[in-house]
Nanobody
Framework: QVRLVESGGGLVQPGGSLRLSCVAS????????MGWYRQAPGKERELVAT???????NYADSVKGRFTISRDSSKDTVDLQMNSLKAEDTAVYYC??????????????WGQGTQVTVSS
């Protein structure tokens, strides 16, 4: 069974920075892509940023130039550096991994989420 655990959320003032981290563990054969999604109250979950095994990144337009996703494939971790945070970045942030396990093949796994609140 695969488990994704996020950390690093919290309360920050507008213009501030936070760094989210996610660690994948379990019966993982390989991870093809990892990413971050977020869901604000009353809204659907949306993509924030993704990164492939080869290092190709993709960002939502709303975070381009402010957020940076990075990955350590040797440790099955993915980080999201968030700078110049705005009130509209307030949401629960979820880690995601597209991966292959040893016993169940291809899976799409989610973390439990971490709250990010941007407020003065």
């Amino acid at each position: 069974q695969v488990r994704l655990v996020e950390s690093g959320g919290g309360l920050v003032q507008p213009g501030g920075s936070l760094r989210l981290s996610c660690v994948a563990s379990g019966s993982i054969f390989s991870i093809t892509a990892m990413g971050w999604y977020r869901q604000a109250p009353g809204k659907e979950r949306e993509l924030v940023a993704t990164i492939t095994l080869g290092g190709t990144t993709n960002y939502a337009d709303s975070v381009k130039g402010r957020f940076t996703i990075s990955r350590d494939s040797s440790k099955d971790t993915v980080d999201l550096q968030m700078n110049s945070l705005k009130a509209e970045d307030t949401a629960v942030y979820y880690c995601n991994a597209e991966l292959y396990t040893y016993n169940r093949g291809q899976e799409n796994s989610w973390g439990q989420g971490t709250q990010v609140t941007v407020s003065s």
